[in-house]
């Protein structure tokens, strides 16, 4: 099972932000693509960590662009 590609297929079809997105409505989308526990926790982990990427990357934008103000 290719983890990743499942991750950016739930990703890509989110109606929002990821970070706009319950985790329970994640986890219920998971479900869909998954039966074994194990590959519930690696498709959470990589959407977890693309949360956190996604908002770093809009915290630090925020931040660069307050300099030139």
Known sequence: M???RIAHQILARLPTHVNNVSNRY????????????KDFNEIKRIINQNRKKE???DKNSTRQYNQYL
């Open 55 to 57: 908002f770093n990357y």
């Open 26 to 37: 994640i986890n219920s989308l998971i479900k869909q693509h998954t039966r074994k526990e």
């Open 2 to 4: 290719n983890h990743k």
